[in-house]
């Protein structure tokens, strides 16, 4: 039987609470020797550089959603693509609690890519660039970790 002191520690202000949303996201590494990232129309980080990504609709799978989110921003068609990483920190985004599933591929040049729907601009870069324009405070939430783990994986 659980007497007081342990039914206290249960319920201890903060503990065992669970935001009122936990939103789904899926985002897409596309390279071919640089990746490619998007210049974001809206907030949060307007005007910012991010992986190509959004939300997971209701009946999609993480997967599914990158790819379709990849299409409506870039326009790209990606090959051989993997799982690369989960972001899950609770304060990833100012919005509130997001976790995203990040897929990886090469870009596969059957269709031209360009910014498309929420995207500003698409670009390629280096790592060295990208990580030049996080120091500066350019790169979206925390996509550079994750372009750093995809670069310590493939290289």
Known sequence: MLGKKNLDCLTRPGRNKMPN????TA????WERRIYLIKRKYSPFEGCWALPGGHVDERETFYDAAMRELKEETNGEPLNCKYI???DSPNR???GRYISVVYCGE????????????AVEVQAFTYGEIFDMYSRGLVAFDHFEVIKTFFEQTT
């Open 21 to 24: 949303e936990i939103k789904l």
């Open 27 to 30: 985002d897409f590494i596309l």
């Open 85 to 87: 990483d989960t972001l």
């Open 93 to 95: 985004d100012p919005r």
């Open 107 to 118: 870009n596969s040049e059957r269709e031209p890519i360009q910014a498309m729907d929420d």
